[in-house]
């Protein structure tokens, strides 16, 4: 069960990370891992629904564009992503990282260079983004009259 939640863990990561943050960490690991496409990164729709207050009726909030890419390395180990949006070559990227983090060999160095620097920034992203939402946040009151 550990080593389920290790991987969704790293899955979301690999999913919310931004592109360019990580090709470059990914490039300098110069790492070059062979590998064969399952399935080639392929752009698609997906729906989203929702529930009023959290536990309502459900209702179609609307549709994404998701991309999602499966490779298979040298030892059969697969690794698979889907990502928001439609960036191709990052899909493959985040499916060949899996893959990668699943071996023993690997695990180690992609956590430590690639992964928790990845988190730590999307963490530093959340709270300016909490920070900012918290600045604009508007209390409302009503003032009661005392004449009634």
């Not at 629904?49 to 298979?72: C, E, H, P, W, Y």
């Not at 999307?122 to 009151?141: H, T, W, Y």
Request: net charge positive; with cysteine; proline share 2%.
């Amino acid at each position: 069960m550990e080593a389920l939640k290790a991987r969704q863990h790293w899955l979301s990561v690999l999913a919310h990370s931004q592109p360019q943050q990580l090709e470059q960490h990914w490039q300098a690991l110069k790492l070059q891992p062979h590998y064969e496409l399952l399935r080639a990164a392929e752009t698609g729709l997906t729906r989203l629904q929702g529930r009023m207050g959290g536990s309502g009726k459900r209702f179609i909030l609307g549709d994404m564009t998701v991309t999602r890419a499966v490779i298979r390395l040298a030892d059969g180990t697969c690794g698979y992503s889907y990502i928001a949006g439609r960036d191709k070559a990052h899909a493959e990227r985040c499916a060949l990282i899996d893959g990668l983090l699943q071996q023993q060999e690997t695990h180690q160095l992609l956590q430590q260079h690639l992964i928790t620097p990845l988190a730590a920034a999307r963490a530093e992203q959340q709270q300016l983004r909490s920070r900012e939402i918290a600045s604009s946040r508007v209390d409302f009151f009503t003032l009661v009259r005392g004449d009634n």
